[in-house]
């Protein structure tokens, strides 16, 4: 198997090539000029330069290869200039849906997101049956990764074979950037959260969520979504198991939403606008927040053989991986 991979120098695609490679796949990691390539440094791969904002380079990559894993994806929860995140994410994902179409790839796994999903507020699970629409999802980030899901999906019912899976948040280690939900960890070292909000996630381990990919492309049905999911946790949780972890304090003060709200309108105005710097807190997270992103894998768990492990491993490998990169 000759297998593609995009964001193989990112948090997620690194651990999905690495998986690849264990199996005996040869692969042939997409990456941009410039990019950090410590995720894949000692990794036995062909490395091909491209972008997806430039399909010939895309189709040209991809020439050989029957498989691909599209993980690549703006991943912010704030961007001062929106475009840039629909063309990364929505215009992407059709340049690589049309290359794998023109080299005849015999079969894609597209990585979505959880934040794709129905969300309700009545603390019900969401799964990949919950009713959804555009309109519901907040931010460019969630718009943007819904409108690549559905380009997906439509391939895949269309003669294409595509399978859609759905991390929830993943954790543990390589996470370069670090992904918002790494920078909680980071946050959390450095005693950044006085206070916590009254939200909730969905925590996988990292490198499940990679061995998940293997497994939706051996077993998935083509035009499906598997959501990709472990431990659902408040944030108070996650809070409190880092400091078992760490030793260190968990807050104890939990921020009203109107509150949360203000400070997240203050730093994008003075840390986004006026600075320059992506905001620690935003609108859109603290709206994403008022309701918890609570999943069942249960169609992933009969379909897939999806059987993750308690998260608690994950975050200690995160704890000491940043501590270990000297983030903190």
Same mark, same amino acid.
């Given at each position: 198997?000759?297998?593609?991979v995009?964001?193989?120098?990112?948090f997620?695609?690194?651990?999905?090539?690495?998986?690849?490679?264990? =199996?005996?796949?040869?692969?042939? $990691?997409?990456?941009?000029?410039?990019?950090?390539?410590?995720?894949?440094?000692?990794?036995?791969?062909?490395?091909?330069?491209?972008? /997806?904002?430039?399909?010939?380079?895309?189709?040209?990559?991809?020439?050989?290869?029957?498989t691909?894993?599209?993980?690549?994806?703006?991943?912010?929860?704030? #961007?001062?200039?929106? *475009? =840039?995140m629909?063309?990364?994410?929505?215009?992407?994902?059709?340049?690589? /849906?049309?290359?794998?179409?023109?080299?005849?790839?015999?079969?894609?796994?597209?990585?979505?997101? #959880?934040?794709?999903? &129905? !969300?309700?507020s009545?603390?019900h699970?969401?799964?990949?049956?919950?009713?959804?629409?555009?309109?519901?999802?907040?931010?460019?980030?969630?718009?943007?990764? !819904?409108?690549? *899901?559905? /380009?997906?999906?439509?391939?895949?019912?269309?003669g294409?074979?595509?399978?859609?899976?759905?991390?929830?948040?993943?954790?543990?280690? =390589?996470?370069i950037?670090?992904?918002?939900?790494?920078?909680i960890?980071?946050? !959390?070292?450095?005693?950044?959260?006085?206070?916590?909000?009254? +939200?909730?996630?969905?925590l996988?381990?990292?490198?499940?969520?990679?061995?998940?990919?293997?497994?939706?492309?051996?077993? &998935?049905?083509?035009?499906?979504?598997?959501? /990709?999911? &472990?431990?659902?946790?408040?944030?108070?949780?996650?809070l409190?198991?880092?400091?078992?972890?760490?030793? $260190?304090?968990?807050?104890?003060v939990?921020?009203?939403?109107?509150?949360?709200?203000?400070?997240?309108?203050?730093? *994008?105005?003075?840390?986004?606008?006026? $600075?320059g710097?992506?905001?620690?807190? +935003?609108?859109?997270?603290?709206?994403?927040?008022r309701?918890?992103? !609570?999943?069942?894998?249960?169609?992933?768990?009969?379909?897939?053989?999806?059987?993750?492990?308690?998260?608690?491993?994950?975050?200690?490998?995160?704890?000491?991986?940043?501590?270990?990169?000297?983030?903190?």
């Amino acid at each position: 198997m000759l297998a593609f991979v995009t964001g193989a120098t990112g948090f997620v695609g690194s651990h999905v090539a690495r998986v690849l490679a264990e =199996q005996g796949a040869d692969l042939r $990691l997409l990456v941009r000029t410039g990019s950090d390539t410590r995720n894949i440094d000692g990794l036995h791969a062909e490395r091909v330069v491209g972008d /997806l904002r430039d399909p010939a380079s895309i189709e040209n990559a991809m020439a050989g290869c029957d498989t691909v894993f599209h993980v690549a994806a703006d991943y912010r929860l704030w #961007v001062r200039d929106p *475009e =840039q995140m629909y063309r990364a994410n929505v215009e992407g994902t059709r340049t690589i /849906l049309d290359a794998a179409r023109k080299n005849r790839v015999r079969r894609m796994v597209h990585t979505s997101s #959880v934040a794709t999903m &129905g !969300f309700t507020s009545n603390g019900h699970l969401a799964d990949e049956d919950s009713p959804v629409v555009l309109e519901s999802m907040i931010g460019p980030y969630k718009r943007s990764k !819904f409108m690549a *899901e559905q /380009l997906a999906l439509k391939a895949g019912v269309s003669g294409m074979d595509v399978v859609v899976v759905n991390p929830t948040t993943p954790v543990g280690e =390589q996470d370069i950037r670090p992904t918002p939900t790494g920078r909680i960890v980071v946050d !959390f070292l450095k005693k950044k959260f006085p206070a916590y909000v009254d +939200t909730g996630l969905n925590l996988v381990d990292v490198r499940e969520c990679a061995r998940g990919h293997l497994t939706a492309l051996e077993k &998935g049905r083509s035009g499906e979504r598997y959501i /990709l999911g &472990g431990e659902n946790l408040t944030l108070k949780q996650i809070l409190d198991k880092l400091g078992a972890i760490t030793g $260190l304090p968990s807050p104890k003060v939990r921020v009203p939403y109107v509150m949360a709200l203000a400070t997240g309108v203050v730093d *994008e105005m003075v840390t986004g606008r006026i $600075l320059g710097r992506e905001p620690r807190a +935003t609108i859109d997270a603290v709206r994403m927040g008022r309701k918890k992103m !609570f999943v069942s894998s249960a169609k992933a768990e009969r379909e897939l053989g999806w059987n993750p492990s308690p998260v608690e491993g994950a975050l200690r490998r995160a704890v000491e991986w940043f501590r270990t990169h000297e983030y903190v």
